[in-house]
């Protein structure tokens, strides 16, 4: 699911090609992706493009007589631009939005379709899309301590529940997480002082040099290769790889489509946390520790 960067990148391309422009016309190619149905999504036509903000992992685009359009992309959901003057775009499109010079198209791999995508009249109504979420990058340290300690939940929840913070999902939390030496089961309210203070500098260290790190990427163009799976992270998407910082295997913890990932060594004392599934079916024949794991390996 495109997180934070992500999301901050592809506004900033978005502004630079359709803010002050008039979009032509909209074209829904699968009715399952508009959920609303007043105002109607031809009412956004013939409107220019006044704004564009980011709700926590969403995207509102602001309209000529206070419209606004609102993208969640979802897991598999990803937008394209096209260039009056370029070829188009291969594949199927779930939406197409035509401005004068380009189309902003909205794509779906797989066959579920969670993408959605909101017409509503006045920036009020934007405020139910907003869970609530903090925003970390201003957001002062002793507002994240309050946050996160507001309930008793284990790290890697408290990191990716939108009403708690905003706009970080599995991919980042994984690397914040490592980052901050952390482990992803450890409860907010047992956190010490010093262990909140850390994972505050991480959080916004990392989310801030992926977002530096993805404009880097784009170079001025439209972000094409969004992914939650980068050969430069450390942990996330890196199972059984080498920890980057002290080699160990990185491991995982699955559950129902999604898994953490994290260092042993460097997370959680050298201890091997249980895999929901897997630990269950091996039962005391589970390693408990990184050197249980490395007597088991070939």
Known sequence: MPELPDITVYIEALRIRIVGERLDRVVIKNPFLLRTAMPPISA???????????????IAIG?????????????????HWVDKSAKARKGT????????????????????????????????????????????????????????RAENHTLKRALTDPRILDGIGNAYSDEILHAAQL??????????????????????????????KLRAETAGGFPEKVTAFRPDMAVHGRYGQPCPVCGTAVQRIRYAENETNYCPRCQTGGRVLADRSLSRLLKDDWPKSVEELEKLRP
């Not at 309209?63 to 937008?79: C, K, P, Q, T």
């Not at 379709?113 to 903090?134: C, D, I």
Request: charged fraction near 25%; include cysteine.
């Open 44 to 58: 956004c036509e013939g409107k220019r493009v006044l704004a564009i903000e980011r709700i926590g992992k969403r």
């Open 63 to 79: 309209f000529e007589s206070d419209l606004w359009m609102v993208l969640h992309l979802m897991i598999a959901g990803r937008l």
């Open 93 to 148: 499109a779930l939406a197409e939005f035509n401005f004068v010079h380009g189309t902003l198209t909205l794509t779906e791999a797989g066959s579920k379709r969670r993408a959605s995508l909101h017409v509503v009249q006045g920036v009020s109504e934007l405020e139910q899309f907003n869970r609530g979420g903090l925003d970390v990058m201003s957001a002062s340290e002793a507002q994240f301590d309050s946050r996160l």
């Open 183 to 212: 482990s992803p089961m450890t409860l907010t309210q047992r956190l010490a002082r010093d262990e909140m203070s850390r994972l505050f500098a991480a959080t916004r260290r990392v989310l801030s040099e992926w977002t530096d």
